[in-house]
């Protein structure tokens, strides 16, 4: 891996420094950074001020030779990353006739008069070079200040990863000579990421990095090869990491290889297209989070139908035909309950499987029987009915994204032995 290249990510946004949003760009960027062979060294998050983003941009043409910025290149007056350039390099700001035809196209396509604030989006600092933005308003820029370079890319996270892949990466590849690692991630699900690092201490080997990742519902266990490693070496530690794994690994990933979908919604999808078959969920706990899980995928109206959200007893019983007397017997959060919405939704739906969740989300509702994060999932198809009780941690966004994934990783096995 080429470790000679100092790179460091910049995001700005007084947004970021409260904290109130979570500054993903600087993940991705470094991520992708890394598939190159290359590594950032830095990362550093300011505020809307025109003042400190100038000093810090000052700070870092001394100490990295490419530095990526993200954020402040909008319409509002906030947005004052050109003016801080301009400030930190004594490099006016200056209308930009190409920029300004960019941003005057995307005005009209979206049916709207360019005005005076979306103007200023047309603005580069003197000598910048103009990096086309094809999915925002706002372009990005690039400039050289003595051996450094930077690169200013918006914060929307849609818009800068566009860029990255477009502008920046490429411009990356033919400065320097780049030997990319080979990268394996392990996709696993229904294990926690202690546990899971607890069974990989046994593997190590030369030249070789073992990183965890949580990406709710699943841990990724990612696997670093120096360049050159040989193939047989590196199917060998796979196979015994997915031998200690066990069946909690549902995807595996390498960099040189086909790209894909990997959630535990895209594989579960891609199995039932190979099987032909579908399926349908009725869900509780998960407020439509499994439908939406599913229906993210692309092509999934191959392999899904329907799905019902019940909520209330009344529309349990209504929508799926639970009898009264289950509720009564044995509650809603159940076996008896959960069982009887996959199957009922297969039967309704016309589908070969049917998946259901119930459960307690929190943080109120929980009883020492049953407390917050009790819930039940279960899949119905041929064969039979398998259900499952979890006892989940966290919030309820953690209850339910953990439960979503769950009743999919169920399904999953449930595929696997058919």
């Given at each position: 891996?080429?470790?000679?290249v100092?790179?460091?990510?910049?995001?700005l946004?007084?947004?970021?420094?409260?904290?109130?949003?979570?500054?993903t760009?600087?993940?991705?960027?470094?991520l992708?950074?890394?598939?190159?062979?290359?590594?950032?060294?830095?990362h550093?998050v300011?505020?809307?001020?025109?003042?400190?983003?100038?000093?810090?941009?000052?700070?870092?043409?001394?100490?990295?030779?490419?530095?990526?910025?993200?954020?402040?290149?909008?319409?509002?007056?906030?947005?004052?990353?050109?003016?801080?350039?301009?400030?930190?390099?004594?490099?006016?700001?200056?209308?930009?006739?190409?920029?300004?035809?960019?941003?005057?196209?995307?005005?009209?396509?979206?049916?709207?008069?360019?005005?005076?604030?979306?103007?200023?989006?047309?603005?580069?600092?003197?000598?910048?070079?103009?990096?086309p933005n094809?999915?925002?308003?706002?372009?990005?820029?690039t400039?050289?200040r003595?051996?450094?370079?930077?690169?200013?890319?918006?914060?929307?996270?849609?818009?800068?990863?566009?860029?990255?892949?477009?502008?920046?990466?490429?411009?990356?590849?033919?400065?320097?000579?780049?030997?990319?690692?080979?990268?394996?991630?392990?996709?696993?699900?229904?294990?926690?990421?202690?546990?899971?690092?607890?069974?990989?201490?046994?593997?190590?080997?030369?030249?070789?990095?073992?990183?965890?990742?949580?990406?709710?519902p699943?841990?990724?266990?990612?696997?670093?090869?120096?360049?050159?490693?040989?193939?047989?070496h590196?199917?060998?530690?796979?196979e015994?990491?997915?031998?200690?794994?066990g069946r909690?690994v549902?995807?595996?990933?390498?960099?040189?290889?086909?790209?894909?979908?990997?959630?535990?919604?895209a594989?579960?999808?891609?199995?039932?297209?190979?099987?032909?078959?579908?399926?349908?969920?009725?869900?509780?706990?998960?407020?439509?989070?499994?439908?939406?899980?599913?229906?993210?995928?692309?092509?999934?109206?191959?392999?899904?139908?329907?799905?019902?959200?019940?909520?209330?007893?009344?529309?349990?019983?209504?929508?799926?035909?639970?009898?009264g007397?289950?509720?009564?017997?044995?509650?809603?959060?159940?076996?008896?309950?959960?069982?009887?919405?996959?199957q009922?939704?297969?039967?309704?739906?016309?589908?070969?499987?049917?998946i259901?969740?119930?459960?307690?989300?929190?943080?109120?509702?929980?009883?020492?029987?049953?407390?917050?994060?009790?819930?039940?999932?279960?899949?119905?198809g041929?064969?039979?009915?398998?259900?499952?009780?979890?006892?989940l941690?966290?919030?309820?966004?953690?209850?339910?994204?953990?439960?979503?994934?769950?009743?999919?990783?169920?399904?999953?096995?449930?595929?696997?032995?058919?």
């Amino acid at each position: 891996m080429t470790k000679a290249v100092k790179i460091e990510v910049i995001s700005l946004g007084d947004e970021l420094v409260r904290g109130d949003v979570l500054d993903t760009n600087s993940a991705q960027i470094s991520l992708a950074i890394e598939t190159l062979g290359l590594a950032v060294w830095r990362h550093s998050v300011v505020g809307d001020r025109v003042s400190d983003i100038a000093w810090l941009l000052r700070s870092a043409v001394g100490r990295s030779r490419e530095i990526i910025c993200t954020g402040g290149l909008g319409p509002t007056l906030d947005d004052c990353t050109v003016d801080a350039v301009g400030r930190a390099f004594q490099l006016p700001a200056q209308e930009d006739p190409q920029a300004l035809g960019q941003v005057a196209r995307r005005y009209a396509a979206m049916g709207r008069e360019l005005d005076p604030s979306g103007r200023r989006q047309a603005r580069l600092p003197r000598g910048a070079g103009l990096l086309p933005n094809p999915g925002g308003t706002a372009p990005g820029f690039t400039l050289r200040r003595g051996a450094a370079r930077l690169w200013f890319l918006p914060g929307v996270p849609r818009e800068m990863q566009a860029m990255l892949e477009l502008h920046v990466l490429p411009g990356l590849r033919a400065n320097y000579e780049l030997t990319p690692p080979l990268v394996v991630t392990l996709h696993c699900i229904g294990m926690s990421e202690s546990v899971v690092q607890e069974r990989m201490r046994v593997l190590s080997s030369p030249g070789l990095r073992i990183g965890y990742r949580a990406v709710l519902p699943e841990i990724q266990v990612r696997f670093a090869f120096e360049p050159g490693a040989e193939k047989e070496h590196v199917a060998s530690l796979v196979e015994r990491a997915r031998s200690l794994l066990g069946r909690a690994v549902f995807a595996v990933e390498h960099s040189d290889g086909p790209k894909g979908d990997s959630t535990i919604a895209a594989v579960v999808g891609r199995t039932l297209l190979e099987k032909g078959q579908t399926v349908a969920c009725a869900e509780s706990c998960t407020a439509g989070r499994v439908a939406a899980a599913i229906t993210s995928v692309p092509g999934s109206s191959g392999w899904f139908t329907e799905g019902a959200v019940v909520y209330s007893n009344q529309a349990k019983s209504r929508a799926c035909g639970v009898p009264g007397r289950l509720f009564v017997e044995h509650g809603a959060v159940s076996e008896a309950v959960a069982t009887t919405l996959a199957q009922a939704i297969r039967r309704r739906a016309g589908t070969d499987w049917g998946i259901s969740t119930t459960g307690i989300a929190g943080p109120t509702g929980g009883t020492p029987e049953k407390p917050v994060g009790t819930v039940y999932v279960a899949v119905a198809g041929p064969g039979g009915t398998t259900s499952r009780l979890l006892r989940l941690p966290g919030d309820r966004e953690m209850v339910m994204a953990l439960a979503t994934g769950s009743v999919l990783d169920l399904l999953r096995r449930r595929l696997e032995q058919a």
